[in-house]
């Protein structure tokens, strides 16, 4: 004991090299072969004990005729969490390894390394016996070769608020003083670590230490006390393996503390490090990141964590725990993601959405049936809940994001934002078949929602999005309608769309004012809404039936009067000689293209586009000069200015000359 901590006190003293130290503790290590575990374990605990947290090497013996030296970097607290597995393990056994998997392949931007070598510089200059990892999903995205995010660095030895004071010195040292903020812990929204957030080259970093939880309580998965942990404490404690890997700052290496990371990662599967159900409980928001994982990485749910998965408690906890704005944000990362359907279709398997739409809630009833005064009200909500009827839901919308990865969707500036606007449209459309509209204000003595206030609540109550996002939804299921009726007024179906339009110029002129006023997300998202209900239809076998009865069931969402979807002989083709094919080999896979060559065609986007020659003052001083504007004339001057757009529209191009003509024709109606 007194030779280990001369030993020791020598270190310190004289700071050895890496070669140096390796060959001494590989000296004392040997010295007595069958005493090597005693001999480690007094090493470990002295080590600890006298504080050597900044470069401190481990020496195991594997057998009495072998012997091999493995050299790690650890801090205080790996020290500290080695001490403890030694102590419990039998001296008959060799001390278990913990292997670090070193991967140096990943490429680290100027901007990432300009980062980097400021944190080394803060260690440095106040010589801190500190190790810097970044932990999670950057290192994950950076092995995977994806765009990483916000970057988070673990501190073996001090807090990431205490850590931050340090650089907040350092800067003001070098005149570029900056400041950062704190979230504090709150363990009912399972955040059990106070986190410092601060922005270093204009990229947001969260700091936190390195931890590991106590629970006072077995049953419980709120933590008591968060202590600071060893790298292979925290990493066990986070949601799953492939999140487990670090970047050490201080080596400019990848560690696998876990041995499982690097591993699954590479076999793309989704565990937990430790017991899936309890991993879940204690943070029920990981049970949306597992769908999310699933659906953006495509990685494959391992047999115990699906059955984790599946269980009610996890579903509870998520209605119980987790915020609607956390459920929001990662609903959203899903529908944005490259493939949404897999994420729905998990997220009606696990049962998940019913804590996204609060359907155990009091709101079911308050905002979406006519409550407890109505008889119908109960099944209603049963049916809604019902995840059968949900796995209908989804498969009736499985199209839609092929057709959006087919349309102009896609060139449009923020297409993430427009796939999820047609996904939860065509969703939204679905449930809204659920809601109990007839006889309402007979029982209730209330009037029905109207769409817009059904998905203000859907999607600004339920899952927290901004009131704009929620506007574009029942904007885009508005647009829908608005085509629908269009086509039905006009004795076609959607198939025939483009070819009423060559030979019909006030038909042409009703659809480009429909798309004007709708926008060009809202008119595509429609038109995806459209093939997919001609997709639907087809599929069941409604095309060819000579009724003119639309399905009336809670899957299609069609109108009582439409014809849409029945009696199909043509399908949309732009080609002036093939605008009849035969319906049985008829997918309508392509309707949207077609309609949008279509629209090429005509020269919609051009045409819907064009703004009035004349305002309302040019109007009135045509037909009024010299003479006030009363309600009376106010009226006639927005029917003119609507005219005036079909004019132009049918008569495209025109010029303002005569668009003045075609006012002073009103001159005979104003008499």
């Keep these: 004991m007194k030779m280990i901590h001369t030993f020791l006190l020598l270190i310190k003293k004289t700071k050895l090299t890496t070669r140096s130290l390796n060959r001494l503790l590989t000296s004392l290590t040997h010295n007595n072969t069958n005493n090597n575990n005693n001999n480690n374990n007094t090493l470990y605990q002295c080590a600890y004990n006298f504080g050597l947290n900044d470069r401190v090497f481990f020496s195991l013996t594997q057998n009495n005729t072998t012997t091999h030296t493995q050299k790690r970097y650890l801090g205080t607290n790996a020290i500290h969490n080695l001490r403890f597995q030694s102590q419990h393990t039998q001296n008959t056994q060799p001390l278990p390894r913990t292997e670090v998997i070193v991967d140096r392949s990943i490429e680290i931007k100027p ?83 106070e986190t410092a957030i601060m922005s270093l080259f204009g990229t947001a970093i969260d700091f936190v230490h390195l931890r ?34 670090f970047y050490n700052i201080m080596t400019k290496e990848i560690e696998d503390w876990t041995g499982m990371g690097m591993k699954d990662l590479t076999s793309g599967v989704l565990r937990t490090p430790l017991t899936p159900l309890s991993t879940l409980i204690e943070d029920p928001l990981r049970a949306l990141r597992c769908v999310r994982f699933h659906s953006t990485l495509g990685f494959t749910i391992c047999t115990e964590l699906q059955a984790a998965l599946s269980n009610v408690q996890v579903v509870e906890a998520l209605e119980r725990v987790v915020s609607n704005e956390r459920i929001g944000i990662e609903i959203e990362k899903m529908m944005k993601g490259p493939r949404p359907l897999d994420a729905l279709r998990k997220l009606v398997d696990f049962g998940f959405y019913i804590p996204m739409f609060k359907l155990n809630g009091p709101e079911v009833k308050i905002y979406i049936w006519s409550g407890r005064g109505n008889p119908y009200s109960e099944k209603q909500v049963q049916d809604l809940q019902s995840k059968e009827n949900w796995r209908k839901m989804v498969n009736s919308i499985a199209d839609v994001s092929d057709i959006v990865q087919k349309s102009k969707l896609t060139k449009l500036p923020d297409f993430p934002e427009g796939q999820l606007i ?250």
């Excluded at 106040?126 to 070769?145: E, I, M, N």
């Excluded at 006390?225 to 990493?235: I, R």
């Excluded at 929602?449 to 904007?475: D, P, Y």
Aim: aromatic share 10%; charged share 25%; glycine share 4%.
């Design 111 to 193: 901007n990432e390394e300009k980062i980097f070598s400021f944190l080394r510089d803060v260690v440095n200059e106040y010589q801190l016996p500190s190790t810097l990892r970044v932990a999670g999903g950057w290192v994950r995205d950076k092995l995977l070769g994806k765009h990483q995010g916000d970057i988070d660095i673990v501190i073996d030895n001090m807090t990431g608020v205490q850590f931050c004071e340090y650089i907040v010195k350092y800067q003001t040292k070098l005149g570029d003083e900056q400041s950062f903020h704190v979230i504090k812990a709150n363990a009912t929204q399972s955040k059990h670590l």
């Design 212 to 245: 590991t939880e106590a629970y006072a309580d077995k049953r419980s998965r709120v933590p008591t006390t968060v202590q600071f942990g060893s790298p292979l404490e925290d990493a066990k404690r986070r949601d799953f393996t492939v999140n487990t890997l």
């Design 422 to 671: 047609t996904l939860l449209s065509a969703l939204a459309q679905r449930i809204e078949n659920f809601r109990f509209k007839e006889n309402l204000v007979k029982y209730t003595r209330r009037d029905p929602l109207s769409t817009e206030q059904f998905m203000q609540f859907l999607f600004k109550e339920c899952l927290k999005f901004a009131e704009r996002r929620a506007s574009k939804i029942s904007n885009t299921l508005h647009a829908y309608t608005k085509l629908q009726n269009l086509v039905v007024a006009e004795g076609i179906e959607f198939y025939d769309l483009i070819k009423r339009m060559r030979e019909s110029p006030n038909f042409c002129a009703d659809v480009i004012m429909w798309a004007r006023d709708f926008g060009v997300q809202a008119t595509l998202s429609a038109l995806t809404l459209a093939q997919q209900d001609l997709m639907n239809s087809n599929k069941n076998g409604t095309i060819n039936n000579t009724t003119n009865n639309s399905t009336n069931n809670n899957i299609h969402n069609t109108t009582n009067n439409s014809k849409i979807n029945n009696n199909a002989n043509t399908n949309i083709n732009t080609s002036t000689d093939s605008n009849n094919l035969n319906n049985n080999s008829c997918n309508y896979s392509d309707f949207i293209v077609d309609v949008e060559r279509g629209f090429d065609e005509v020269g919609l986007w051009d045409k819907s586009t064009q703004t009035l020659f004349l305002n309302g003052h040019d109007i009135s001083s045509l037909l009024w000069p010299g003479t006030p504007i009363d309600a009376e004339k106010g009226r006639l001057i927005r029917k003119i200015s609507t005219d005036l757009l079909r004019y132009q529209i049918i008569h495209y191009p025109s010029t303002k000359n005569d668009a003045i003509a075609f006012v002073k024709s009103y001159e005979q109606e104003k008499k």
